[in-house]
């Protein structure tokens, strides 16, 4: 994207919604759009996924002490570049598989595009036509209007096209930072091996001991990762943001006595009436007991359901008293 390109679509979002556009207007754009991109990196990706991987890898170490920790990210390390340099050794050929692939799909597009040869005498400026618009490619400096060249480090369709005229390679206009000679570079280096703890060699000075802890109450907590302010906060260690409001709720008003601040379920006269409840029941429970082999079974079970009510608390009662019954008949 060009700075031309980003410029308009920035009016557009400012006539749709004028508070969205001041939010991203207010951000650093070399920071958040590749418009404003410095090409000296040759990386056009905008994520953070090395780190992600990262944090991933090591996240089961981090609760362990600090020379543990450094020993497994030491680990980590050493085998991740064992691994990618023996995942290459193989390889033939002047560009790495993901850089080839990426080469390929430009080129496939370099089709639809029309180059046009400026006339000059080092015969490096070229006028590509095509859609959305012409762009002017400079093999001499490998610079594109569109800009992807210089951000990437890879040949742009348009330079593709223009390539093409001059019955060249892409390959050989890819930045040296993506060939193969840097990806060997980058993992020649190699880290060394470390003996275990138990064949280290003794320290004649004080040995360190870890801070005495105390142990607190309740379940030990899990000490994670601190969060910075533009992350996602944790719940219960950060204050809520203007767009994660607690939920209010109005005044409780009591069902059985009226009063507000509380409900049924917390009332102390429902809980003594419930309780009157249960020890009446219970009393003619008991003097049912007493009275031995009188009446009818049926009638028996009216006595008591009358006693105890219905509902959940009332069968449990019922079942009570007809052991009792039971008991006394026995």
Known sequence: MTIQEFNGHMQSIKRVNEKAWAYLDKFSRQAWTRAHYKDFSKVDNVC??????FNAATKPYRCK???????EVRRYAMTSMAR??????SHVGHLPPIQQSRLAKKRNYSRYYTPMWSGDAAEVMFEVHGEPHNVVVDLGNQTCSCRSWQLSGLPCRHTIAAI????GRPENYVHAWL?????NKTYEYHINPVRGQQLWETSEYLHCLPPVRSKSRGRPSHYARKKDAHETPVRGSQERTATKLKKKYGKFTCGTCGDVGHTTRSCRIAKKQKADELAAAAKGAKDAANKGDTG?????????????GVGAEGDKLILKQKLLLKGSRS
């Not at 002490?65 to 020993?71: I, K, N």
């Not at 990618?84 to 050794?89: A, C, F, I, V």
């Not at 060939?179 to 990806?183: D, I, Q, V």
């Open 296 to 308: 009818s079974k049926g009638n028996e079970g009216e006595v008591v359901t009358e006693e105890c």
């Open 164 to 167: 093409s005229v001059m019955n």
């Open 48 to 53: 953070n996924n090395m780190c992600e991987v």
């Open 84 to 89: 990618n340099k023996l995942k290459l050794s």
């Open 65 to 71: 002490p600090v020379l543990t920790l450094l020993e």
């Open 179 to 183: 060939t193969m000679g840097s990806y």
